[in-house]
């Protein structure tokens, strides 16, 4: 079920007259888990009984750390959590990458390296990291584990962020599960708005994009230079303006129903720097890596080298993590590269540099980037990537809907570094905003793409 479906409307509509119709906490939040369940099983229901297995296990697990005062018992504890947690996403995501990497020595040995036909469970990467950190918080004394089993089953399986975050922490989301919201006009309003921007972006915008992008990334051999950069560019808006429209309409729907979620974009495109595009792109998944991974292995506080090699395994695992193929784990060495040049630069390269040079160079190494992330493989990112920097000949194609949309994408995060922010975001006491939201609901009537469009990061 997609947040730009029809039945999606249905059962929304549906969910929010529940929960605000009852008062009593443990109905609503029970109404809350089985609607989250229902969306899940949507998919397919056998994962549900998987969604359940993950939070039974660390639900009994956080509290065994957390009424012992044995620290070995406490650790063993944890790589339980992590070894569970981590072989379940390792099983579904990755077995079948890396049975398929090693079959040159598995064949050479005499053994077959048939792989399986397992499904990806949509949203495991999400669900798996947002359950991880909540039994490392617990084990690091840092939080509380919850007492109430269905309020912990609702932490973790609540639809509007269940499938690709954002990723909420326990300590962010377990509090607001803990008492019953009130209502507000304004959040109210608010979560719409918010809902009906990533509508916008995933329906008008990214999906006119992906079918570029689609068609180049296909056949990377027929077309010429310009029309791959142009391909490029319009990924690039794509995944942008595709995920972040997720999430926007992930937060907004929980507003809706009367709960705050983290931000997860702010204009990365904006970025004067790779650090800065980190700080700026999928910010929950940052945050993520950055106190469960790149901290844990000693952050900066060590030797240069040691730094440098945190950067690197931080963002390798981070490409990783986001698919099962060697163009993500490039993707990762890239951007951990760039992180280490960016690094050890610094007392070298002046900061006074303007800053659209910066800017420029940041872009270069994320366009670059997206084309590694978007290949079907490595031969076709090297065709791509020779046809960015090689001029040639092929079939120009510069399609007037593509360039819109990217005129508006570009628009879009200018006006965002003026005082038109604010009117952009429909303000609740604005004379004009009924009139553009009549007029926004309309476009997605008349203009949404015809067949099924998922969302990019429901691979993931």
């Not at 390296?113 to 690091?140: H, K, M, W």
């Not at 089993?149 to 954002?166: D, H, I, K, M, S």
């Not at 915008?205 to 230079?225: I, K, T």
């Amino acid at each position: 079920m997609l947040f730009t479906q029809p039945e999606f409307l249905i059962f929304f509509l549906g969910v929010l007259a529940a929960v605000w119709m009852t008062g009593h906490l443990p109905l609503r939040n029970a109404i809350l888990l089985s609607a989250s369940y229902y969306f899940y099983a949507y998919w397919d229901v056998r994962f549900c009984l998987l969604l359940v297995f993950s939070t039974l296990i660390d639900f009994c697990i956080s509290h065994a750390m957390d009424s012992s005062v044995n620290a070995t018992f406490r650790r063993r504890l944890l790589i339980l959590s992590i070894i569970v947690n981590l072989g379940v996403l390792g099983f579904f995501k990755y077995f079948n990458f890396f049975i398929d990497s090693a079959a040159p020595i598995i064949e050479s040995l005499g053994a077959s390296a048939s792989t399986l036909n397992i499904i990806l469970p949509v949203g495991v990467s999400f669900y798996t990291f947002q359950t991880l950190s909540y039994t490392i918080d617990v084990y690091r004394r840092v939080l509380r584990p919850s007492k109430s089993l269905l309020e912990f089953a609702l932490f973790v399986a609540f639809f509007p962020q269940l499938v690709a975050g954002p990723i909420v922490r326990a300590r962010e989301l377990l509090p607001q599960l803990a008492t019953t919201p009130t209502w507000s006009n304004r959040r109210f309003y608010g979560g719409f708005q918010q809902l009906l921007r990533g509508a916008v972006k995933k329906v008008l915008m990214a999906d006119r994009l992906g079918e570029m992008a689609d068609v180049v990334f296909a056949n990377p051999d027929f077309y010429s230079s310009s029309t791959t950069w142009l391909a490029v560019f319009a990924y690039a808006g794509q995944i942008y303006l595709d995920f972040s429209g997720y999430t926007d309409m992930a937060i907004g729907a929980a507003k809706m129903l009367g709960y705050r979620f983290p931000k997860n974009f702010r204009h990365p495109y904006l970025a004067t720097s790779m650090a800065d595009f980190w700080h700026r792109w999928h910010m929950t998944l940052s945050r993520w890596l950055r106190d469960y991974l790149y901290i844990p292995l000693g952050g900066s506080r060590k030797s240069s080298a040691v730094t440098y090699r945190n950067l690197m395994l931080t963002m390798t695992l981070g490409g990783l993590w986001h698919g099962a193929a060697w163009t993500f784990v490039l993707w990762g060495v890239l951007h951990g590269t760039a992180l280490c040049v960016e690094r050890s630069t610094r007392g070298l390269i002046p900061l006074q540099l303007p800053k659209i040079v910066r800017w420029t160079g940041v872009m270069i190494v994320v366009q670059v980037g997206w084309v590694l992330f978007r290949s079907p493989d490595l031969q076709a990112a090297g065709i791509m990537l020779q046809k960015m920097i090689v001029p040639s000949l092929g079939i120009h194609w510069y399609p007037p809907l593509v360039i819109g949309v990217l005129g508006c994408l570009a628009a879009e995060h200018l006006a965002w570094m003026t005082s038109l922010r604010r009117a952009m975001r429909l303000p609740w006491d604005a004379w004009y905003s009924p009139i553009a939201t009549t007029v926004i609901l309309w476009a997605l009537l008349l203009y949404a793409p015809a067949g099924f469009q998922p969302f990019v990061y429901f691979q993931f």
